[in-house]
């Protein structure tokens, strides 16, 4: 009987061993590190196992009353042990199938994503694609599963987690274009990596398009340049040509009379006019098509400068703000604004003396320039009439204009991003107003 006793213990004792073994790997499974179930059982495990340990003793040394109390005590503990095992699966199957939902959902997912997507296990060989990888590639999931990853693209020099643009090879041996992600992951501890691929062709079907329209406009302002040279040499012949002749009449003529010298005089003003129109027309196709140097610019000595420039009468006061601002820009093209803007003020004034101020304010972080001045105003309707090309108010004859100088500004104006606008009324004057960026 003694001996049937300690095979009986001994055989717990295995059982009790392989019962660890196999509870272990149970919640390794789901936790991947034992975490307070495993600890909790280890604890009681110890205790369990020590406690038969001390029976197979008491069964060698034959002490009856002992063996009858400590057998209850293993049996109940033989039940704890199984009811703590129970309660450790059920948890950990209830995480299972919660993971198994969430894998379904993912999977859900991966059938329908629009982008490519390629897993491939630790030695780079393809485990799964979805739907849209083998609609894209042309080729079915059968034929690459298990295929090495670089039969479709080139890993070589990418690093992991890392974004960039590449081409996959499909099945037909045409180049895929593709902006690929990739990913390193653990999947219940076996290392995987997910690639992650859009498509861009369409991308790049733009790109080469936006870079032939680049061209085809470089190509084109190279043209117009080239024919606004030889339209302004060409036209510009005939008209000196014309002023000289028209001067060597007068001088053969001698004598000539004042209804005569009118005319010839009134000839010579439309040539003139003519050549200032052509130098306004090249003036304005040149603008915003060759890049500029930008240099610091004092606002106020570029002012003077153009005041200078344009003789004004000592009837016309000029007050140029002491705060205009130096800003790093075109100098050119700020002459050209404010020469345009101060000699109109001057031209279209309606009386001898006049008072024309020039400052500035910076509203939203941008430079605001005001032109102001207490000429006769202009009507409202107007307002945007003028900024158009060959748009005056008052006839030629009147004030000599080519009608480009504000479209001019306009042009500048808003190749910069930014606007330009008129604040006037009839009798009180004009305020023209543009923005120009701090940078």
């Known amino acids: 009987m003694q001996i049937v006793s300690s095979i009986l213990i001994t055989a717990g004792i295995i059982f009790m061993i392989s019962s660890v073994v196999l509870t272990r790997k149970l919640l390794a499974i789901q936790e991947g590190k034992m975490f307070k179930s495993w600890k909790i059982l280890l604890y009681f495990i110890v205790a369990f196992a020590l406690a038969y340990g001390a029976s197979l003793t008491l069964v060698i040394l034959d002490l009856k009353n002992v063996i009858y109390i400590l057998t209850g005590m293993v049996f109940m503990g033989g039940a ?6 129970i309660r450790a699966s059920l948890t950990s199957s209830l995480k299972l199938i919660e993971t198994a939902g969430a894998k379904n959902y993912l ?21 799964t694609v979805n739907p849209t990888t083998c609609q894209k590639l042309g080729c079915e999931s059968d034929s690459i599963i298990g295929q090495h990853v670089s039969k479709i693209v080139d890993l070589t020099d990418f690093k992991d987690n890392s974004l960039l643009e590449t081409v996959f090879n499909t099945k037909s041996g045409h180049q895929l274009p593709v902006l690929l992600s990739i990913n390193k992951l653990n999947d219940f501890n076996q290392k995987i990596t997910v690639l992650v691929a859009q498509d861009i062709t369409r991308q790049k079907e733009d790109e080469k398009k936006m870079l032939e329209y680049t061209e ?19 036209l510009k012949a005939p008209l000196r040509a014309i002023n000289n002749l028209s001067e060597w009449i007068v001088e053969d003529m001698g004598k000539v009379p004042k209804e ?8 010579r003003g439309r040539v003139r006019r003519m050549e200032k129109l052509i130098n306004a027309i090249l003036d304005y196709s040149r603008v915003g098509r060759h ?24 009837d016309f006061n000029i007050d140029i703000d002491n705060e205009l601002p130096v800003l790093k820009s075109e100098p050119v093209l700020l002459h050209q604004i404010f020469s345009n803007l101060i000699s109109n003020a001057i031209k279209y004034h309606d009386k001898k003396k006049g008072h024309i101020s020039v400052y500035h304010t910076v509203p939203n972080g941008k430079f605001e320039f005001v ?13 945007e009439r003028i900024f158009g090309i060959f748009q005056t108010i008052d006839s030629r004859d ?19 991003g930014e606007k330009v606008w008129i604040v006037s009324e009839v009798g009180k004057g004009s305020e023209f107003h543009f923005t120009w960026p701090k940078k």
Not at 260 to 267: A, D, Q, R, S, V
């Open 107 to 127: 999977n859900d997912i991966f059938q329908t994503m629009g982008n490519i997507l390629i897993v491939l296990d630790k030695n780079n060989h393809i485990k």
């Open 80 to 85: 704890l042990f199984v009811y703590l095992v």
């Open 260 to 267: 005569i010298e009118k005319h010839f005089n009134l000839l």
């Open 371 to 383: 032109v102001k001045d207490d000429g006769p105003g202009i009507p409202g309707e107007f307002h």
């Open 216 to 234: 085809r406009i470089e190509k084109t302002n190279q043209e117009l340049d080239q024919f606004a040279y030889i339209v302004s040499h060409d």
């Open 398 to 416: 009147k004030v000599e204009s080519t009608g480009i100088g504000l479209s001019i500004i306009k042009k500048i104006v808003e190749e910069k």
């Open 291 to 314: 890049e500029l140097e930008k240099e610091e610019i004092s606002v106020k000595k570029l002012i003077n400068e153009i005041v200078d420039s344009i003789q004004v009468s000592k």
